[in-house]
């Protein structure tokens, strides 16, 4: 926030008369009135430079510059302030700069130096309730833009010629005359009207059901959804977020055409295309005869002289071929001499091959007898038979060998076994807690458990006496 500069500025020092004046102090300062003015008006642009203001018009004075002026009154009190709006913002103002009128400004506070009044420079001027309008519309429009309803890729181009036309739009205003006017003007069309209400409060259900109603029509090209122009507060059936999206998921591409060409509505940035005014509108969707015939001539002319080159082209093609055709008799006798003599030689060749063939098969078929498998297992067992006799000759006295020396070595095992010596009658004492043989009898003491190995079995004893 801008804090408020002090009177004065470095270049514009104020006059400090002093003298003999008996009701000023040696350091008050004097202004001048052009001084006083421009620190005024610097005072009220800083803190006053975005303000809006509302109220009803009088003294609305139209400059030839282009610049109004008028003086804008409180509705509720007495008191009025002076504004001026200049000539490009006056051109832009969405409300009617004339006297009576109740309208919303705003703009900047200034102060006019050379009358020391101060005055409001208006920037841009709009009917009551026009704001509270602008900020729904802009809810809405945020919100179709978030889904993709405004992309510029989503919409589909017109029906060169299309055969059913719908017009949503009421069926009592100019906007539905006007349609019908321009297009059976222009080109022979099939109009099916869905009539609905295009202002209050019912409205956008009203143009949504009418939309739904018209696709039902299978034939269906392409539809106008419109109606004439009016204010800002007439209008707002088409900003309607219902509207929009039934305009959007309209199976046929669609033409929004509402209002004035200044006027900018929800429906025609969701329409595929937008149409200034109702009767610009049935201009961009029904194409005009004559222009049709202009191009359905000019399209025949440009076939007809296709066709004349093609012709000429062919036709001389066709002359430069025949200058190399000559008696076809002469060529077919060399033909078939070539042909007879390919015979004589592909017959010679075949009969050389089938000689090379046979000889290579007898050869194979030798050579295939003497590595006859039959031959070779003969040969092999027989070879195998030799090899198993030489073995077993070769082995025999070693196996005699081998097994007395097992016998042998058997016999001596047996002598020196325990179970051999407890076969002769013998047996193993064996200390039950500790399971080890008893050697002494000193290792025993009366009472314990001993466990006696037999050759057959084991018996349980228990020592009596150490």
């Known amino acids: 926030m801008s804090t408020s500069p002090s009177f004065g500025d470095p270049g514009d020092e104020p006059r400090d008369d002093r003298g003999d004046r008996g009701d000023r102090s040696e350091d008050a300062k004097v202004y001048r009135v052009s001084q006083l003015n421009r620190a005024v008006r610097v005072l009220l642009e800083e803190r006053w430079s975005g303000v809006w203001v509302e109220g009803e018009l009088s003294d609305v004075t139209h400059a030839a510059s282009g610049h109004v002026y008028f003086t804008l009154n409180d509705e509720d009190e007495p008191a009025q302030l002076r504004v001026v709006m200049f000539k490009n913002d006056a051109r832009r103002s969405k409300a009617k700069l004339e006297d009576g009128a109740r309208v919303k400004l705003q703009g900047q506070l200034s102060l006019f130096a050379p009358r020391g009044s101060y005055q409001l420079i208006a920037r841009v001027a709009v009917p009551y309730g026009l704001g509270e309008l602008h900020a729904q519309f802009e809810r809405v429009r945020k919100r179709l833009e978030a889904d993709g309803l405004l992309a510029p890729e989503r919409?589909?181009?017109?029906?060169?010629?299309?055969?059913?036309?719908?017009?949503?739009?009421?069926?009592?205003?100019?906007?539905?005359?006007?349609?019908?006017?321009?297009?059976?003007?222009?080109?022979?069309?099939?109009?099916?009207?869905?009539?609905?209400?295009?202002?209050?409060?019912?409205?956008?259900?009203?143009?949504?059901?009418?939309?739904?109603?018209?696709?039902?029509?299978?034939?269906?090209?392409?539809?106008?959804?419109?109606?004439?122009?009016?204010?800002?507060?007439?209008?707002?059936?088409?900003n309607d977020e219902r509207v929009a999206r039934a305009i959007a998921g309209c199976r046929v591409p669609t033409v929004s055409a509402v209002g004035h060409e200044v006027d900018i509505s929800i429906a025609d940035l969701v329409a595929d295309l937008r149409a200034a005014t109702p009767s610009n509108a049935a201009e961009l969707v029904v194409p005009d005869r004559r222009a049709l015939s202009n191009e359905l001539r000019t399209a025949e002319r440009a076939i007809a002289r296709a066709a004349e080159l093609r012709l000429g082209r062919e036709r001389l093609r066709v002359e430069r071929l025949s200058q190399h055709l000559h008696d076809p008799r002469g060529a077919l006798s060399a033909v078939r001499a070539r042909i007879e003599a390919l015979r004589t030689q592909l017959l010679q060749q075949f009969v050389a091959r089938i000689k090379r063939e046979r000889a290579q098969l007898q050869s194979l078929g030798e050579r295939l007898a003497r590595l006859d498998p039959r031959l070779l297992l003969a040969e092999r067992r027989a070879h195998l038979v030799e090899l198993q006799t030489k073995i077993e000759s070769a082995a025999r006295p070693l196996l005699f060998r081998r097994r007395a020396q097992l016998a042998e070595r058997i016999a001596s095992l047996d002598a020196l076994s325990p179970l051999g010596i407890l076969a002769r009658g013998y047996a193993i004492a064996l200390h039950e807690p500790t399971g080890k043989a008893l050697v002494r009898a000193a290792d025993a003491k009366s009472g314990d458990v001993l466990r006696v190995r037999l050759h057959e079995g084991t018996l349980r004893a228990r020592v009596e006496n150490e």
């Open 155 to 238: 919409k589909r181009a017109l029906p060169k010629l299309p055969r059913v036309l719908g017009v949503v739009t009421s069926q009592a205003g100019a906007a539905l005359h006007d349609v019908i006017r321009v297009a059976h003007g222009r080109c022979p069309v099939r109009i099916v009207v869905s009539p609905c209400l295009v202002q209050g409060a019912d409205a956008p259900a009203s143009i949504v059901a009418a939309l739904e109603a018209i696709q039902q029509l299978p034939e269906l090209d392409v539809v106008i959804v419109g109606r004439g122009g009016g204010s800002a507060e007439d209008l707002v059936a088409f």
